[in-house]
């Protein structure tokens, strides 16, 4: 059997990776239109930081692993295509800022019955509005060379940060096909590539709509969560309750469960947005304006979060932080990876910025260029904005310290010799609540927490 994977980035070479590990008879080929990105993965420095993929990626490539920019040649070759494309938020037009954008799902459709020299099995990967593998299907059926091909939903459930582990021992794999005899052949086919590590009973399949709808759903449930405890942060703020202490009352409930109830200064990355915010579309599209409200009210929370972190260094510092240094530490969206898109950190700086401060920002995977252009945008300078070599030069005669990311070296620095060498009153905001807060005032920090007791409230 051989397997293509068009999209070589966060989903697509970690998951291929896996696949062709657990699966050495199988042939993998991943293919991307990004020359750079294809050249990474074949170098010793991958495109992308996750724990342990480059065990993974050294133990298959060459052998039944390949990472090529020939996309035509990879389709060929495929009985099976995993489509792992990008699918952001739409800049432009209707549904601008909140639909899909569906440009390259319709394009690699459109690749695949040019190139296609047989009937295939292609597998949505990427996550996708409802009802997008009736876009697919018609596309290709209208390829010349009369070839059948069968969409499957296979949508990608693991996190960043923790790739390999979730690949490796997924809660579950799930995939949706057409309750036809050849969409039931092809659902089995998929099916057997995952039951060479996946226990039979974590396999679940279903009907090609509720596949590619649970992607969404469950994304807008883990993100509804975390917005659920951000704003209760903001009402222990405000009566001396202590957010982790009410995340582990309330979290001891075997209804509620523990997870995922981690205060922060708001959650990141690529795909809860987007897909709270295509999910809401999705409602109004369909006559349903309550249901999308009520999930952008998710999005609206942790926007608030964001900004409300920041004004709270505000206040903190006499109202004004013009010209003072703040130290960001960390800027990718969550640790252990290098990830920094949707990060908080970057309403943080951008916020920071406005206000006129001296930013300087650390974060010990995301290279300098990346958090410039990330704040500021490709090409724009503001010597304002500065990024450190490591945490203790970005706290050098800082005013105050923000933790953005929750990078473990953060819990254990040398804050006793950071805060020797800061102006005082210094000032410490935990974005992560990582640090002990109780510790750091001994030292002698202003020191505040997400959803924590101001200092000296009993
Ligand atoms: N990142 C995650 O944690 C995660 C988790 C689950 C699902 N997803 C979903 O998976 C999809 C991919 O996400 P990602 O984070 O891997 O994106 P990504 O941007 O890292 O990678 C997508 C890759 O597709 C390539 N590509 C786009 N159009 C192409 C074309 N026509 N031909 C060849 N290559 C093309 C791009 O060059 C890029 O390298 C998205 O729909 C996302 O929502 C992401």
Known sequence: MKICCIGAGYVGG????????????????????????????????LPIYEPGLDDVVKQARGRNLHFSTDVAGGIKQADIIFVAVNTPTKTYGVGKGRAADLTFIE????????????????????????????????????????????????PEFLAEGTAVKDLQNPDRVLIGGERTPEGDKAVETLVGVYARWVPRANIITTNLWS?????????????QRISSINSIS???????????????????????????????????????????????????SFGLPQVAAYWTSVVSINDWQ????????????????ADKKIAVLGFAFKKDTNDTRESAAISVCRDLLNERALVSVYDPKVPAEEIRADTLG???????????????????????ITIVTEWDEFKTLDYAKIFAGMPKPACLFDGRNIVDLAALRKIGFKASGIGKPPAGRP
């Open 211 to 223: 596949s590619e709808l649970s992607k969404l759903v469950a994304n807008a449930f883990l993100a």
């Open 14 to 45: 970690p998951t291929m990776a896996m696949i062709a590990l657990k699966c050495p008879d199988i042939t993998v080929t991943v293919v991307d239109m990004n020359a750079a990105r294809i050249a990474a993965w074949n170098s010793g420095t």
């Open 107 to 154: 394009s690699v459709a459109r690749t695949i019955a040019e190139h296609a020299d047989r009937g295939k099995i292609i597998v949505e990967k990427s996550t996708i509005p409802v009802k997008t593998a009736d876009t697919i299907k018609t596309i290709l059926a209208s390829n010349t060379k009369g070839l059948k091909f069968a969409v499957l939903s296979n």
């Open 378 to 400: 490709q090409g724009v300078e503001n010597p304002r904005l500065t990024v450190a070599k490591d945490a203790y030069e970005a706290c050098a005669g800082a005013h105050a």
């Open 234 to 284: 903001a009402l222990c703020e405000a009566t001396g309750a202590d957010v982790d202490e009410v995340a582990n009352a309330i979290g001891m409930d075997s209804r509620i469960g523990p997870k995922f109830l981690k205060a922060s200064v708001g959650f990141g990355g690529s795909c809860f947005q987007k897909d709270i915010l295509n999910l809401a579309y999705l409602c109004e």
């Open 306 to 321: 964001k900004h409300r972190f920041v004004a709270h260094i505000g206040r903190e510092l006499f109202n004004t932080v």
